[in-house]
Nanobody
């Protein structure tokens, strides 16, 4: 079982920056793919950024060039640096940990943190 706690959300004007952090419990953090997903009101949850256990990153098209995901395995932490924020980045941002071992899929979600970008 992995517990995830997000922090760093808030309100910012367009063009500003925020940094989200997610701290995971347990000693196996480094084996998980970590991701940040977001959900705007009335819309489906979508991928913002992923980072694999090996450090490979992947971004949603709408955030490429503006967001950067990183991980610190020593601190069980994954972060999302968000720059040049736009009103359409508004939503609840969720941290996710996922892993496949022996054909078994494990996935855990945090409770989410609100990001509001005003124009």
């Amino acid at each position: 079982q992995v517990q995830l706690v997000e922090s760093g959300g808030g309100s910012v004007q367009a063009g500003g920056s925020l940094r989200l952090s997610c701290v995971a419990s347990g000693s196996t953090f480094s084996t998980y793919t970590m991701g940040w997903y977001r959900q705007a009101p009335g819309k489906e949850r979508e991928l913002a950024a992923l980072i694999s256990s090996g450090g490979t990153t992947n971004y949603g098209d709408s955030v490429k060039g503006r967001f950067t995901i990183s991980r610190d395995n020593a601190k069980n932490t994954v972060s999302l640096q968000m720059n040049s924020l736009k009103p359409e980045d508004t939503g609840v941002y969720y941290c996710k940990a996922s892993r496949v071992r022996s054909a078994l899929v494990a996935a855990y979600w945090g409770q989410g943190t609100q990001v509001t970008v005003s124009s």
